[in-house]
């Protein structure tokens, strides 16, 4: 069955640039959305410390979607720096991966209603996950079907692009437990695994 | 009367690159906009998981817009990769396609709010139907100003661009009998078509 | 005093890019964000046919400052097409043109909410009016500074930016008189004299 | 401890060019956003005419973000043109930078709605001093990496990214006292600090 090979291949680099630049632009303005989702205060001027600081969990959500989206936003970057060629499957796959960032507003929203829901934080976990693990899926079709530049870091990359999902998995875990050791394998445990594979790779 | 051609022809790649470029921009934030009309549940938390319940239609048409604009990318992708011309009319049919792309995210927030409305799928599928067939009538204008790059799949892309707009023609007849048909149509049976015209070509 | 005279001057294509670059962004970002402004119904089904035909002037206006922001691109990219140098004074001439596309989502909600007050014509038109000015400075300066690239429009581009403000200064003095009027000046009658200049030039 | 050296280091143009149009996307999104937090008025049209003059602060409020926000990616601009290597921590830095910008349009939408607050000006105010801050950091840390070109400009740059945070962090003071004088330092002193910066390094 030929059908199941995307039939379009191609190899001009400026073509996978105007799918990294797409795919840029989605980063960017997801990334630039959240903070609409934190109403402005319009009440009485006497209670607006008072506003400021309910916003709290808000501003918290903000910046952590935020740094993971920075950090998903890093790993595509160096995807497409090793894509040489690319078919429907890649393009497709990575359309999948900018749904799952394109939706990230809403649950990033979501938690900063509802920061110790134990429900929120697994549907906000899963946001996270289901984008990363896209990615692995787009690195490792990439790999398998010959599109990757040949470098040193191949496989690290790959490794990492495993680590990341891992990572969410264990982290929607323990977010029944306590949302803040989520967080920490977020924003905390996951940067550091990613070093340490960079590091030992080396 | 010389006012009928549209006096401004450039065929610098640069050129080109930057109308390619400003129509992702306006693809990558129609496409990222559709989410902010989810609106985020701030209620009481026990009744969240109802609340996320009852989203189900606006997420399944986020999901489904999302995907029908990341078809509409791909293929003007593919009609700017054989651009090497363009003139005024180019770009105002291109524009135009564009208002149909910006317009998006209202019809997809209108198809959450009344998922069962057949008024609302016809409003739907229409919304979808008008930029495909402004995809198509750039394609024909481009071919017969002889402005495409002859390659071996132009006879392919432009059964394409015909079959496109047919498909959402179909579906919006038969929105009034049933949604769910209609969203077989864009989602199913035109990726479907596609490849299979993709396949018969070669 | 030599303050006067902007100090930096660059004649870097990949800078210039950049600032393209930059202003298709926002660009992009404002013909997008104008459907946001339209409020999606979502009361009873019954009424649903009513409210979408309430919202017609929300569509008009939104259509309509679609296609003059397109008309403001267009000739953007025209300017800079013939840009081979730049100094600070071109940057923020073309911010201050930015200021006021950015600006633009507002008057068109307005317009859409107050379709035949006077006021609001007047106002929507001051508000085309401004950007339309700032670009015929903008070219007039970088004429006078020697940063563009000579060829043969040059004399018809000037030419085309004094008649696009021009029109629009007609345009708001017809707003209290009927909003029509100043609507067929924005979108028959400016672009007809714009493909006239076009055609006499030649 | 190698672990404190990011360990990827690249100096490929069109990789540096990625980060620099994500940010100019970012930049772009942000200013644009910041109208969308005017609330269009819909009363009835007697009112309108009030509802316009009573939104000043809105309108003030949405201009000086816009200059500031304009005045920040020149700066960017100018760091931007000069980098030739890139590693993990400027790209952090930068990330960092961006989470300050796209953070804008709340304290924009907030000094609209509380002008005269100097809670309100204090926050606003600091708003703007984090992403200076930022700028300036990045720029000494890409000094002290050796990832700058020469030039003879380099001096100046380095001086004008530091007397920008130390005319935010005068205004913060100011705030509590008189806003205007914030704006004063905001929008008319530091342009013309860095003018006369930049007509003393010549």
């Known amino acids: 069955m030929r059908f199941l090979r995307w039939p379009v291949v191609s190899d001009s680099q400026a073509e996978i640039d105007r799918i990294a630049f797409f795919s840029d632009a989605v980063f960017a303005i997801a990334i630039t959305l959240l903070v609409v989702e934190i109403s402005v205060p319009d009440g009485p001027i006497a ?31 160096r995807v497409f720096r090793h894509l040489r060629r690319y078919d429907l499957g890649v393009m497709w796959l990575n359309l999948l991966y900018l749904l799952g960032v394109a939706f990230l507003p809403f649950p990033t929203a979501l938690l900063g209603n509802y920061f110790h829901s134990a429900l929120v934080g697994v549907f906000y976990g899963a946001s996270l996950f289901a984008p990363s693990a896209m990615g692995a899926l787009l690195w490792f079709y990439s790999a398998r079907r010959g599109f990757l530049r040949e470098s040193p870091d191949t496989r690290q990359i790959g490794a990492r692009a495993l680590v990341t999902p891992a990572v969410f998995l264990v982290g929607i875990g323990l977010a029944p437990i306590n949302i803040y050791l989520s967080v920490f394998c977020w924003i905390i445990l996951l940067p550091l695994l990613r070093l340490l594979l960079s590091a030992t790779a080396e």
């Open 47 to 77: 209670g607006l410390a008072t506003a400021l600081a309910d916003r709290g969990p808000k501003f918290f959500a903000f910046v952590l979607s935020f740094l993971v989206i920075g950090q998903f936003w890093i790993s595509h970057h």
